[in-house]
């Protein structure tokens, strides 16, 4: 089982309100995902990081956005969510550029 | 698109049974990886296999890769209800910072 961690699993909310979906991991890794899935679907890179402080937009456009203060967290933040955000959100960390990837239980996001 | 296609996009097969699917991608790459996706989970790696590897076995897992028709399979043998789950192939493209998932092949394993 890895260690990576997402909270909370499952999320119901109102259009217009701001979440911040939670991301942790204790391998110590340097670089971390978020992809967003669709059910059914493939992932798609909405924000990667190098490093604490560092953080980069994924090839799917998405109107959240992330923050690296600390190695191990990496948070994803919705300011006005819309029903359009819908989906499953999945975190991932990994060593180096191209290592496996270690990958969190996933964070599913309705919002009505 | 810089993702890979997989086929088929759904398998059913009985227990014991062999089940093989297909990845392609569409650039050179470092390397190649399958992962396992449990309905409504994150994703569990599977095998990596370099672009210097032609096959590369884990257990019940064959892989196979084909640089010049940018291409690889995954073999499960002998396959077990517990199999039941969607595979995805990622790609590790050369000079990106990202794997690049494919569109995943459901796979059904009938007791």
């Known amino acids: 089982e890895a260690d990576i961690y997402q909270t909370p699993r499952y999320l119901v909310i109102g259009t217009g309100k701001k979440i911040t979906l939670e991301c942790s991991q204790t391998?110590?890794?340097?670089?971390m995902y978020w992809y967003q899935q669709d059910p059914g679907m493939e992932l798609h890179l909405i924000h990667y990081?190098?490093?604490?402080?560092?953080?980069e937009k994924g090839d799917l456009s998405s109107e959240s956005t992330v923050s690296r203060i600390r190695t191990e967290h990496f948070p994803l933040t919705l300011e006005s969510a819309r029903p359009s955000h819908t989906s499953q959100y999945l975190c991932?960390?990994?060593?180096?550029?191209?290592?496996?990837?270690?990958f969190g239980p996933g964070t599913r996001l309705t919002v009505l | 698109s810089q993702q890979g296609e997989e086929d088929p996009q759904a398998l059913s097969i009985q227990e014991g049974e062999n089940a093989t699917m297909n990845c392609s991608y569409k650039?050179?790459?470092?390397?190649l990886q399958w992962y396992r996706q449990n309905s409504g989970r994150g994703l569990v790696h599977l095998i990596l296999?370099?672009?210097?590897?032609r096959e590369k076995h884990s257990g019940r897992l064959r892989v196979t890769l084909d640089t010049s028709k940018k291409s690889s399979s995954l073999l499960i043998t002998a396959s077990r209800a517990a199999d039941t789950a969607s595979y995805f192939c990622a790609t590790d493209q050369t000079g990106a910072n990202n794997l690049f998932f494919g569109t995943g092949t459901r796979l059904t394993v009938i007791p």
């Open positions: 296999i370099r672009s210097n590897e």
């Open positions: 991932a960390s990994s060593a180096l550029w191209g290592d496996e990837q270690f």
């Open positions: 391998m110590g890794h340097d670089k």
């Open positions: 990081s190098y490093g604490v402080n560092s953080t």
């Open positions: 650039t050179s790459i470092n390397n």
